[in-house]
Protein backbone atom coordinates (compact mmCIF):
# COMPACT_ATOMS: atom_id res chain seq x y z
CA UNK A 1 0.00 0.00 0.00
CA UNK A 2 1.74 3.04 -0.93
CA UNK A 3 0.54 6.23 0.67
CA UNK A 4 0.02 9.53 -1.82
CA UNK A 5 2.88 12.27 -1.12
CA UNK A 6 2.08 15.98 -0.40
CA UNK A 7 2.68 17.64 -3.32
CA UNK A 8 4.81 20.91 -2.90
CA UNK A 9 2.36 23.52 -5.09
CA UNK A 10 -0.17 22.22 -3.46
CA UNK A 11 0.43 22.33 0.05
CA UNK A 12 2.03 25.97 -0.77
CA UNK A 13 -1.20 27.06 -2.11
CA UNK A 14 -3.48 25.53 1.13
CA UNK A 15 -0.78 27.36 3.12
CA UNK A 16 -1.18 30.38 1.49
CA UNK A 17 -4.63 30.21 1.07
CA UNK A 18 -5.14 29.61 5.06
CA UNK A 19 -3.06 32.26 5.63
CA UNK A 20 -5.29 34.54 3.57
CA UNK A 21 -8.46 32.68 5.66
CA UNK A 22 -6.58 33.84 9.20
CA UNK A 23 -6.37 37.18 8.19
CA UNK A 24 -10.04 37.64 6.74
CA UNK A 25 -11.23 35.81 9.92
CA UNK A 26 -9.53 38.31 12.02
CA UNK A 27 -12.15 41.04 11.32
CA UNK A 28 -15.62 39.56 10.79
CA UNK A 29 -18.26 41.98 9.20
CA UNK A 30 -20.72 42.51 11.70
CA UNK A 31 -24.77 41.93 10.44
CA UNK A 32 -27.05 42.29 12.78
CA UNK A 33 -26.96 41.81 16.79
CA UNK A 34 -24.64 39.23 17.23
CA UNK A 35 -24.76 37.63 13.47
CA UNK A 36 -21.04 38.12 12.40
CA UNK A 37 -20.13 37.29 8.32
CA UNK A 38 -16.81 35.43 8.20
CA UNK A 39 -15.31 35.47 5.25
CA UNK A 40 -11.95 33.31 5.51
CA UNK A 41 -13.66 30.27 5.70
CA UNK A 42 -14.19 30.09 2.04
CA UNK A 43 -10.47 29.58 1.51
CA UNK A 44 -11.28 26.41 3.47
CA UNK A 45 -13.76 25.74 0.44
CA UNK A 46 -12.15 26.69 -2.14
CA UNK A 47 -9.31 24.34 -0.89
CA UNK A 48 -11.14 21.25 -0.74
CA UNK A 49 -12.53 22.03 -4.04
CA UNK A 50 -9.22 21.84 -5.79
CA UNK A 51 -7.29 20.46 -4.23
CA UNK A 52 -8.76 18.15 -1.83
CA UNK A 53 -9.74 17.05 1.76
CA UNK A 54 -6.08 16.69 3.54
CA UNK A 55 -4.90 20.16 1.91
CA UNK A 56 -8.78 21.93 2.86
CA UNK A 57 -7.66 20.30 6.73
CA UNK A 58 -4.21 22.20 6.61
CA UNK A 59 -6.46 25.46 5.69
CA UNK A 60 -8.88 25.33 8.02
CA UNK A 61 -6.07 24.44 10.26
CA UNK A 62 -4.98 28.42 9.73
CA UNK A 63 -8.04 29.77 9.42
CA UNK A 64 -9.88 28.87 12.38
CA UNK A 65 -7.07 30.02 14.69
CA UNK A 66 -8.45 33.60 14.08
CA UNK A 67 -11.80 32.81 15.96
Do not use: D, E, K
Not at 19 to 36: S, Y
Not at 38 to 46: E, R, T
Request: aromatic share 10%; net charge positive.
Amino acid sequence: MHLPAFQTAHLRLAIILGVFGLVLNLFPIPLFANVQLILGNVAVVIVAILLGPWYALITALFTATGS
